[in-house]
């Protein structure tokens, strides 16, 4: 499931590419990415899909288990939060393209921007409503990932979670940060993610990332392998 996961989230997050139509703002540099990732995207969903190979391992504490699944419940959320974050931003982009915090921290009005170029409006636009479809795309991976890829061991899980989460979040604190726009009610749901999600992956690492599953002991050169008598 987390190949499918992955694919879903990849051709959503293109579809959220031609915004840009929708927004007036058509030029040369997104209709080549368009063109370019279309074909690639839709070439992966003919791929194959081969089972799920994974090694099982012990079961281990208790409390781990449980400190886990806290963990995947909090994570689901931020999937499903991001997803809807995601859908809001993306309309809110394709119509009133500000809200008030902005146009507060812009200290201007729509109309006054609008006078001041037409085509101003249209270039924010296509910025809010592509982060939107960011977003929707990163909400779908989030989710997937949470819901099919948490077993004991798996590694690889918590580091995907981690990577995306960081390169996600840094940039758009780091951003506001930079340019003074630091609203507490602008910014408010970013610090909820943060927080919660930086919970979860101390929660469920003992799970995913300290049990190792352990290599399968080797039999002595030149015998065969017996499978279980009958």
């Given amino acids: 499931m987390g190949q499918e996961g992955a694919r879903l989230s990849a051709f959503v997050a293109l579809g959220t590419l031609f915004y840009f139509v929708a927004t007036g703002f058509v030029e040369p540099l997104h209709t080549a990415v368009v063109v370019v990732l279309g074909p690639m995207i839709a070439a992966t969903l003919a791929l194959p899909t081969p089972p799920p190979s994974w090694q099982s391992v012990p079961d281990g504490a208790e409390r781990e288990r449980r400190a886990a699944l806290w963990a995947q419940l909090i994570l689901i959320a931020a999937g499903v939060g991001l997803t809807v974050a995601g859908c809001t931003i993306s309309v809110v982009g394709l119509t009133d393209v500000f809200v008030h915090t902005d146009l507060h921290y812009l200290g201007t009005t729509a109309d006054a921007l609008r006078d001041a170029n037409p085509r101003l409006v249209p270039f924010i636009a296509h910025d809010r409503a592509g ?4 977003l929707i795309g990163s909400g779908i991976a989030v989710t997937t990932v949470a819901m099919w890829g948490f077993r004991r061991g798996e590694a690889w899980a918590w580091w995907t979670l981690l ?13 506001h940060l930079g340019i003074g726009y630091t609203t507490f ?6 610090y909820l993610l943060v927080a919660a999600t930086v919970l979860a992956f101390a929660l469920c690492r003992p799970y995913l990332v300290n049990a190792r599953p352990k290599a399968a002991p080797r ?3 030149g015998s065969r392998s017996r499978g279980p008598r009958t």
Avoid: E, N, W
């Avoid at 982060?131 to 960011?134: E, L, Q, V």
């Avoid at 990577?163 to 951003?175: D, Q, R, Y």
């Avoid at 009610?185 to 970013?190: I, K, S, W």
């Fill in 131 to 134: 982060f939107g479809g960011a």
């Fill in 219 to 221: 039999s002595p050169a």
């Fill in 163 to 175: 990577g995306g989460f960081v390169a996600g979040t840094a940039p758009a604190i780091a951003i």
């Fill in 185 to 190: 009610l602008h910014l408010a749901p970013v």
